[in-house]
């Protein structure tokens, strides 16, 4: 079984670095399944090769494996918010439908810088008034949301103009698995 594991993780890494970026949602789905099935196998059987994969995968490719304990959400086509996405608080949707329709014109216009800072503008904002709001919620875990917020300005301020295909892909997944992950738990709460 590690062997299998190994070979696994070794292939999915491969296929990461070398395949068409419209693929990388696709492969980013497997690689999470496969670290996971990688840390149950090095800790039930105490073999270390496919923790030393995972590892080289994760330098190879830090912003599309952003994170891998939560869940992915599948990312709608076309790219744009859906009831699916409701907090049910109206500016917070608002803000994210706006955040969306960001990404979807960067992907439009990748070479574009204005909207590229316009879509920085909005997330800073969105994040600003966001936090405002769930600061408030007695007991709510409002340092590690702020953490998320900040993980992504740290991952998405290194991206420049023109906007490569993986790095839209990183902020539509990003987006999706946010507001499903970590904002709905407030929903009903603020």
């Known amino acids: 079984p590690v062997s299998f594991i190994c070979n696994l993780l070794t292939n999915t890494f491969q296929l990461l670095t070398a395949s068409p970026s419209v693929r990388m949602s696709y492969l980013v789905k497997v690689t999470r399944n496969l670290i996971n099935s990688a840390g149950i196998a090095s800790k039930c059987l105490t ?59 960067v992907a439009a216009s990748p070479g574009d810088a204005a909207v590229l800072d316009t879509l920085r503008g909005n997330v800073v904002a969105h994040f600003t008034y966001e936090e405002g709001q769930y600061e408030k919620v007695a007991g709510y875990d409002v340092a590690a949301h702020k953490a998320k917020h900040a993980e992504f300005l740290k991952a998405a301020g290194g991206i420049n103009t023109p906007v490569s295909t993986d790095q839209v892909i990183f902020m539509k997944q990003w987006l999706v698995d946010h507001i499903t992950n970590t904002d709905f738990t407030y929903k009903g709460k603020l």
Request: glycine share 4%; proline share 8%; no cysteine.
């Open 47 to 105: 073999v270390p090769q496919p923790m030393a994969i995972v590892s080289s995968l994760l330098r190879a490719s830090p912003r599309a494996l952003h994170t891998t304990n939560q869940a992915m959400a599948t990312i709608p086509e076309p790219y744009k918010w859906d009831e699916s996405f409701a907090v049910f608080y109206q500016q917070i949707d608002d803000e994210h439908k706006g955040l969306f329709d960001g990404i979807f014109a």
